[in-house]
């Protein structure tokens, strides 16, 4: 056995707690080993010793700690056993939450909404909304959504068309479509933001649909280039 | 116990205040009963080829010609409100308003900026009709947001912006200009060159002695005894495009749609060079073409009778078909 084993089961030993065959071991060790012998001798004197002393009474200050304690973890314990009913608090200084204040509040509510709803109405009545002007703009602002619609399926049928189309331009006349239809694209662009932003201007929709019809202009332009220099590619009809 | 009861009362009242609101917002939508009429009337001395300019809000002009050397105004407000004295209140806030400049005559309708919460500019449910008869060779500009504009018998230059409604003019002397946004579009009997550009609705223009350029981005453009034209240019995005009648044999008629038909219908005696190309339809002709050049399916080139005017058609979806007249 190790001194280090054999350290470990001296106190197991002094406190009885050691079992027989290693009580054997611990002796068996103990008989060769002065250095071990003389801790089991210390340990045996610390032990004598701490049993002469007095056991000193906890203070009053002690027992009120302990009992305060005790006192909260028994009002935890009532705590999660039944749900706490929590009293609100009032807002300057009125019972907010009271059935009384809260029938009050809805009735001023619900005079407020058929006020404004009376006003509202009124309103509404004296101008005989919607007049002929109104319905002629929102008639004009569908037919002018019916014709951006109109105008994309036109390009997106064009673009397609151009994309399948066989037939290479010259680098430099196909390096000039593509700057301009860069710019034209940009100006789309910036129509269909500004569109987006005030869609009841009818100008602002009047420009955008200049704007598409350029690009129609210019896409239909690039398709003829294509078909040109397909036709030259093929050489003169004899 | 009492709680909840008095939760659901409070619910019931506020159910019934949502619900009143609602009846009142409802019957606000209905068009107003009182109707209140208001006459206007002016006389002012113009030059015969003077200028007048109109410019409405809403409401039906007509302009005509007449052989004195003056402009008469004739216009009827109409006001509608819920009661008589609130539509008559409101006819008084719209003014009409007649200027003189020089030898120009502005004609305007001027309604009221008000910013009251109990009263918009919108609530005032108001049009104005117009007639006017104009000296005979005085041109006319008209600017109308909503309603109808017809313009006959004028001797001068029609300059017309209309944002919705139809138009007809007819017996112009001197040409015409045109923008529409929504409306169809008539215009029978007109000399001089028209340039009309249109957005939505049907353009049918009839027995023309002039040129004309006409683009309509959703609609039909048909076009009928045109005479005396150097060109003739038609184009639509969305609908067809018929032409009817004889061609000037030094004319360009050129006609593009990208989704329609286009049909020519041509004496049996006129000559022309055709180019015909479709991307995807097919052609049709009752002439006998002289080919030049690849004969497809989706191209035609060549001469009729011998040559002379100049017949583009071309279409990106749609079938060309020209034909003989009967």
Known sequence: ?????????????????????????????????????????????????????EIPAPSDRVWQGIKTRMDETRQKALAKA??????KRPLFGLPLFSPAYRFVAVGFLAVAVVAAGVVFSLRGFRSGAPTALDKSMNTTLAKLEEAQRYYKLALKALDEAIAAQKGDLDPRIEQAFLKNREAVEASVAVCEETVAGRPSNIDVRNLLLSAYQEKLDLLNDLMAAKKTSLKRAAGPIL | MINSSMNRIAVMILALAVFTTGVCLGFSGKTPRERYEEKFDKTVSLASDGRVQIRNLSGLIKVESWARNEVKISAVKISRAGSQDRAKSNAALVIISVRESGNTLDIETQYPQTHNLFRRDDSINISVDYQ?????????????????????????????????????????????????????????????????????????????????????????????????????????????ISYEGKINPRGRYSFDVHSGTIEVVLPSDSAFELDAETFSGGIETDFAVQVLGKVSRNELHGTVNGGGASLDLKTFSGNIRIRKSR
Do not use: W, Y
Not at chain 1, 31 to 51: H, N, P, Q, T, Y
């Open chain 1, 82 to 87: 039944r749900p706490v009913i929590r009293e």
């Open chain 2, 132 to 240: 006017l008869f104009i000296p005979e060779k005085a041109s006319i500009k008209v600017n109308s947001m909503s309603g109808d504009v017809d313009v006959r018998k004028i001797g001068g230059f029609a300059d017309i912006h209309m944002t919705s409604g139809d138009l007809t003019v007819s017996q112009a002397g001197n040409g015409l200009q045109v923008k529409v946004i929504s409306g169809t579009v008539r215009i029978d009997d007109v000399k001089g060159d028209i340039t009309l550009r249109a957005v939505s609705g049907s353009v049918i223009v009839d027995r023309v002695r002039g040129s004309l350029d006409v683009d309509n981005t959703s609609g039909r453009v048909e076009l009928r005894g045109v005479s005396e034209a150097d060109t003739v240019r038609a184009k639509s995005l969305s609908g067809g």
């Open chain 1, 1 to 53: 056995m190790r001194c280090k084993t054999a350290r470990n089961m001296i106190s197991e030993a002094l406190g009885g707690t050691l079992g027989p065959n290693q009580a054997e071991k611990l002796e068996r060790h103990l008989s060769s080993c002065a250095e071990c012998r003389g801790l089991r001798e210390d340990f045996r004197m610390i032990v004598r010793d701490a049993g002469r002393l």
